[in-house]
């Protein structure tokens, strides 16, 4: 009875077990194919500002966006561009502005650092806006790097736009508020895109360039926690 029992336990144990189909198959829950093209994002920058500083920021961005698993590359769009600038944006593209927003130095609350447009009722969106001078405020507030906070802002609103919502996550680079205690703390889980954000913008990409999604990759689509937030009041 014993060996019979120890039998039961075992067979009952490697049933258990999952198959290599069934890992597989997990594994592919939140895997999204990684997009064949760049991202381009076309940059106006209302300055003037120095050009090293932007160029700082936007490298900034395109590492953050990077390590969700999507290439960026920036087009800038001055006045001597105007043939590739001011075509219409094909559906592949995103449009970015670098703008003017002044705030008294000795302003204590908090501010918007910068708004997406998103489409009610289709998640598309593409053109983000971002308040450099109020990059610059937060930054002089809480000692950070300009640049590199304004590559965060910058890899923020691109993650609204590729992931279709105003919503906030929350935790990571896509949460609503950014203190000033964040900031100097500077934990890199703070500003970076969890895995489902990059799942999500993985998703978004495909979509904007029409490649299907197979149904394998979006069984169980993740659950995004969000808190509902406005852009203008974000920050």
Excluded: K
């Excluded at 500077?186 to 970076?192: G, I, M, V």
Aim: glycine share 6%.
């Amino acid at each position: 009875m014993r060996y019979w029992l120890l039998w039961v336990m075992l067979a009952a144990s490697l049933s258990a077990w999952p198959s290599a189909a069934d890992a597989d198959r997990d594994s592919r829950i939140t895997t999204v194919a990684l997009p064949q093209a760049p991202l381009v994002v076309r940059v106006y920058d209302a300055g003037p500002r120095p050009p090293s500083m932007v160029q700082r920021a936007l490298r900034e961005a395109a590492q953050i966006v990077r390590e969700g698993s999507i290439e960026v590359i920036w087009e800038p769009c001055a006045r001597s561009n105007p043939a590739r600038c001011d075509r219409p944006l094909p559906s592949t593209e995103l449009a970015l502005r670098l703008v003017s927003m002044p705030v008294n130095a000795s302003y204590r609350g908090t501010l918007p650092l910068g708004n997406s447009l998103i489409a009610p009722g289709v998640q598309h969106g593409t053109l983000a806006t971002v308040y450099v001078d109020r990059v610059e405020w937060l930054a002089a507030q809480s000692g950070a790097d300009i640049a590199v906070l304004l590559g965060r802002t910058v890899a923020h609103e691109i993650g609204h736009l590729l992931i279709g919502t105003n919503h906030h996550a929350t935790g990571g680079l896509m949460r609503a508020r950014w203190s000033r205690e964040e900031l100097q703390r500077n934990n890199p889980a703070d500003w970076r895109f969890t895995a489902d954000d990059g799942v999500e913008m993985r998703r978004g990409m495909l979509a904007r360039s029409g490649q299907d999604t197979p149904d394998a990759l979006v069984w169980n689509r993740p659950s995004r926690p969000t808190r509902d937030g406005d852009e203008r009041a974000a920050y």
